[in-house]
């Protein structure tokens, strides 16, 4: 009997490639009010898909929910402090940590090996063991761990295309597509 690779189908909480396209965009957009909406469309598949949510969408709206806090003034310096540490352990523990659970790797070396600052890294250290560093910094790291996420997660799912989408593609095709590469990048991130 002849045997046929079938295209793996994955249930997955957004509605399509346009949703999933619409919060991408509303996470990044500098707007508050746009990227509150997307933060509460990612708790809405947060509640439909439980732990299999993708590690990069759950760190990108932590990351995203401290920027929003932090243009609203309602937090106080060492309050935005502790908001933006948490999210940034979590963001490198979490990135870091299957490659740790086969054998004990320094965190630097796993930072380097998918291309993450050392400076990262080490702000994620004083935030855990040290001194908490100035906001001014902890702001920068999200900045850069944002966009790291942005390069290395979002725009992949979106084949770096962001704007230019074929319009002679079946919308069932496109969302083959990010179901795919949802499936393999959740087997790289956790």
Same mark, same amino acid.
Not at 24 to 35: A, E, H, K, N, T
């Given at each position: 009997a002849r045997k046929r690779l079938k295209l793996l189908r994955t249930?997955?909480?957004?509605?399509?490639?346009?949703?999933?396209d619409q919060v991408?965009?509303?996470?990044?957009?500098?707007?508050?009010?746009?990227?509150q909406e997307a933060l509460d469309r990612v708790s809405a598949w947060k509640s439909r898909y439980g732990p299999k949510m993708p590690l990069a969408?759950?760190?990108?709206a932590e990351l995203i929910r401290c920027k929003v806090l932090d243009s609203s003034g309602r937090l106080k310096s060492h309050e935005l402090i502790l908001s933006y540490g948490l999210a940034l352990v979590r963001f490198v523990n979490l990135i870091t940590e299957r490659?740790?659970?086969m054998v004990s790797i320094p965190l630097r070396q796993l930072a380097k090996e998918v291309d993450i600052p050392i400076w990262v890294v080490d702000l994620r250290h004083e935030l855990t063991h040290g001194k908490l560093p100035r906001l001014a910094l902890c702001r920068k790291g999200c900045d850069v761990v944002l966009d790291w996420l @942005?390069?290395?997660?979002?725009? @992949?799912?979106?084949?770096?295309?962001?704007?230019?989408?074929?319009e002679d593609e079946d919308e069932d095709e496109e969302q083959e597509r990010v179901e795919e590469n949802v499936e393999l990048d959740n087997d790289a991130w956790e």
């Open positions: 249930v997955v909480a957004w509605r399509g490639r346009a949703e999933w991408m965009v509303g996470l990044y957009c500098g707007d508050s009010r746009l990227q969408v759950d760190c990108t490659k740790q659970k @942005r390069k290395t997660y979002w725009s @992949r799912q979106l084949g770096n295309n962001l704007c230019e989408e074929s």
